[in-house]
C-alpha cells in the first residue's frame, strides 16, 4: 500500500481551531440528549460523580494518548497504527484498534443521525408555535406520535445523513472549522439562558439535589459501566476520531493542555444541560426515568411556558442540530479518509458510501420506537443494543488497546516529543494513569457489568 503521507489530509490552521474542532466532535446529542436522559435513568448524583471521575481518570489519560497516536501517524486510524507499529517494532496486528472504531463510528452515527432527526422536526415544531403553552401531557403525547410514525422519523434521519454526507465530502478545512467557531458559543449562551429560565420556573433545588446529591445504594457494576461508556461516548473516545483530528494538528501544538480544555468545555456542557433538565421534570411531573424522550418533552414544556419560547425554542433545537453535525462528521470521518487512502476513492465516494451505510443501518433504530418494538436482542430494543454495543463495549475495548499500545509500547523518546509534557510530575501522572489506573479501571468495571465477576480474585 503506497501512501503519500500528508495528500489527502489538510492542516489545522492554529491550535484553537483544533480546540474547536475537538469540542465539536465531543459536544452534542451526547451531552445535551444523551446525559440528563442516562443520569436520569441511572438515579442522579452517584452517576454524575462517578461519571466525573471517569473522565478525569480515564477520559483524558486515554484522550492524550489516542492524538498522540494520530499526530505521529498522521493517516488513517488503521494506517497510523500500522506506521508506528512498523517504526516502533511493534506487531502490526495492533491496527484492528483502527478496524474497531471505524466499525463503531458508522454504528454511533446510525442512531445518532435518527436522534438528529428527531431535533430538526422539534426544531419545526417550535419555529410553527405548535409548542405554544404545551402541558407535560400534551408533550408526551406529542413525542409518542412522532416517535410511532415511521415514515416522518425515516424523513427526517434522511435529510441529517444527506446534511453530514454534504459536509464530510467537502473535506476538513473548508467544513469543519467555520461551522464550530461561530455555533458553539451561541448554544453556550442559550443553554445558560435555559439554565436561569429553570431557575426562576422550575423546581431548581429539588433539580440540583437529584443531579449532585449521591445515593450510592443504587450504585451497581452496571451503572458504573454506563457512566463510563457515557464518558468514551461524550469526549468521542477511542474510536479513532481524535486520532484524525490529532492527524491534522500541526507538529508544534501542546496535546495535553488542549485535551483538558475540551474535556473540561465537553463535562460543563453536559452538566448544564442537567442544570436545564432536571428542575423542570420535578416541577412539571415529567418522569425522570423515560428514558431517550427525556429532553424532548421536557424542553417543549419549558420553551412553551417561556416568554418568547417560540423564538429561543427554535433557535436552541437549531444549535443543538448544529452541534450534532460537527459531531456526526467526526464519527464518520475515519471510515472517510480510511476509505480515500486504501481504496483511492475520492471523497465524495468515500462519503456518499459511508452515509449511504450509516443511513441504512439507521433504519434498525427507527424502527425500535414502533413497529419493531418488539425486537430484542439482549432483552433490548435494536436502537438500545447499538448504544450498549457501542458505548459500553467497543469504545472502552478501543480505549484500553489505545492506552495500553501508547503507554507500554511506545518508546518514551517519541511519547515525551509529541506529546511535549514540560513538566515532569505531569509526564510521572499520565504514565501511571495510562499505564495502571485508566486500564485496570476499565476492565474491572467491564467484566463486573458483563457478568464475570471477579470477587473472588481481588
Ligand atoms: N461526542 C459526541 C456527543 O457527545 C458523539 C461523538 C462524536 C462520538 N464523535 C464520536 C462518540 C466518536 C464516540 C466516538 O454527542
Redesign the pocket.
Known sequence: MAINRTSSHGEWSSRTAFILAATG???????IWKFPYITGENGGGAFVLIYILCVMFIGIPIMLAEVYLGKRGRLNPIASIKYISEKENRSKNWRVIGLIGIL??IL?LSY?SVIAGWTMAYATRAAFGVINNIDAVGATLMFNNFVSDPERLLAWHTIFSIMTAIVVSKGVKSGLESAVIRLMPALLVLLLALVIFSAIEGDFVGGVEFMLYPDFSQVTWKTILIAMGQA????????G?LMVYGSYLSSDISIPKTCVIVASLDTLVALLAGLAIFPIVISSGLEMTQGPGLIFQTLTVAFGAMPGGQLFGTLFFILLIFA?WT?SI??IEPMIIWMIEKYNLTRIQAATISSGLAWLLGIGTIISFNVGSEIKIFNMNIFETLDYLTSNIL?PLGGIMITIYVSWLISKESINKELNIKSNILRYIWYFSARFIAPIAVIMVMLNALGFSIDGVL
Open positions: 466532535s465531543a459536544v452534542g446529542l451526547g451531552n463503531a463510528g454511533i445518532y468514551f461516548f461524550s469526549l468521542s473516545l477511542g474510536m476520531a450534532a459531531s467526526s464519527l469504545l
